[in-house]
């Protein structure tokens, strides 16, 4: 067995700390607001990355740092995550599966964190199942028109009118506004209490970690590090 030389040492024990000595760099990290970013807080306290201003509930301030590990945290709009990350204005982002299929952007999905786990599902009342199987010309309303579109025409070969909207989408079949939506479904208690079902289900969802892809190779060992610690956490499944 090779002995370690004391830096090899310090390396393992103290890695985060060690590499603030050999890298002044600011490692940038973009939060989804909201649940997430909580359970990604709780996540990463497990591999010793603590950031206790952003614990503070009634802080207006958008930009956190720990100065000891050379990490810099910001919240952001679930949907404005990977547009941070592709511009390098984030190196990793930690954002729902739903998000990084919507924007499309060029970016690397490299973590499942097992949490916030839902799934996408075209849903509606029950007699809407029918429309699904005979490929009627019906209308969708969604706040996901990419992943409607893909669902839709590439995967299911059904031609349908998609309509956008911005949130509350279970009140579109019940107004008439469309027959069937293609929404989240996390406990199923928002589609129960309105009268809809889930018709098909289209793809399962959780939390991703995203990283910039020129930061990637730049950050390659601080960033390989995060991975295999997070890896070892969500194995030993404390998250
Ligand atoms: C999401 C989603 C559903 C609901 C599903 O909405 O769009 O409406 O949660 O959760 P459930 O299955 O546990 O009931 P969100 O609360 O994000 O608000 P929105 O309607 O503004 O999109």
Redo the contacts with the bound molecule.
Sequence with gaps: MRIMLPQEILQHCYGWTVNKMENNRYLTFALGKGRLADQTLKTFEQIGITCEEMKDKKTRRLIFVNEELKLRFFLAKGPDVPTYVEYGAADIGIVGKDTILEEARNIYEVLDLGFGK?RMCICGPKEAKELLQHHELIRVAT?YPRIAKDYFYNKKHQTVEIIKLN????LAPIVGLSEVIC?????????RENGLDVLEEVCPLSARMVVNQVSMKMEHERINRLITDLKHVLQEGNV
């Design positions: 839902c706040k949130g509350s989408i279970e929404d989240i479904v996390e406990t199923g208690s928002t589609l």
